[in-house]
């Protein structure tokens, strides 16, 4: 069916407050991973789901951006008080794949651009 | 810990001219290794890719070789067109599952 979709696509937040991002994945992906992308730089790993359970949140910067996924389907990324340097792409991928198998495709989708003021 | 360095752009080039990114790439084991492509307005799209040393992912064109002796995998074509104008992103991934990607090249294609 459709491809990974994110929302909202672009969001401007006043610093200090909280932001969440959704990604709706490709029904029946697995993996679900969760990159950071700042202004004319490559995308950034944040996190990394298999289903529901977050298996590396090595990337996320600080404690407080916190993602999950409960249902192992959509998938949340929020990020409290907002600070300036969190302007970014938020880019969202997910697989039939599990994060073991080498070469599959990760589909990525538009991303959201958050923008904090 | 793995990175991607590649060519710093902006490239531009005219319309039939050859194509080269350069990508070299440092990791432990053994990674896949993928190019990305970013066109105006749009999401990341994968363009090719190759799982182990020697192999040769082609698409629309496009090729690059997997050389494990010295790390690389270049994006080549022949001869580019105006609609190839893009960003394009060089990736590796390893059996983590996470992808480290390099910071983009950005093509332009004049006629």
């Known amino acids: 069916g459709a491809g990974v979709s994110q929302s909202p696509r672009y969001k401007v937040a006043k610093r200090g407050q909280d932001v969440a991002l959704r990604c709706d994945p490709i029904?029946?992906?697995?993996?679900l991973f969760w990159y950071q992308q700042a202004l004319g730089q490559g995308p950034e790993f944040l996190t990394y789901?298999?289903?529901?359970?977050?298996?590396?949140k090595s990337g996320l910067p600080s404690d407080r951006f916190f993602a999950e996924r409960p249902e192992g389907s959509v998938s949340t990324l929020k990020i409290q008080r907002t600070q300036q340097e969190d302007s970014a792409v938020y880019l969202c991928?997910?697989?039939?794949?599990?994060?073991?198998?080498?070469?599959?495709?990760?589909?990525f989708g538009p991303g959201t651009r958050l923008t904090v003021t | 810990g793995n990175s991607v360095t590649q060519m710093e752009g902006p490239v531009t080039l005219s319309e039939e001219a050859f194509l080269t990114i350069n990508c070299t790439y440092t990791a432990t084991g053994y990674p896949s290794l993928f190019w990305y492509v970013q066109y105006p307005g749009e999401g990341l799209q994968l363009l090719l890719k190759a799982t182990k040393a020697d192999d040769k992912g082609s698409n629309k064109g496009f090729e690059a070789t997997y050389r494990k002796e010295t790390t690389s995998f270049h994006l080549e074509k022949g001869s580019v067109q105006v609609s190839d104008s893009a960003v394009y992103f060089c990736?590796?991934?390893?059996?983590?599952?996470?992808?480290?990607f390099g910071d983009g090249t950005t093509l332009t294609v004049k006629p």
């Open positions: 991928a997910s697989s039939h794949m599990f994060g073991g198998a080498l070469g599959y495709e990760q589909y």
């Open positions: 990736a590796l991934r390893t059996n983590a599952g996470k992808s480290t």
């Open positions: 029904s029946g992906h697995v993996s």
């Open positions: 789901f298999q289903n529901e359970a977050q298996l590396d």
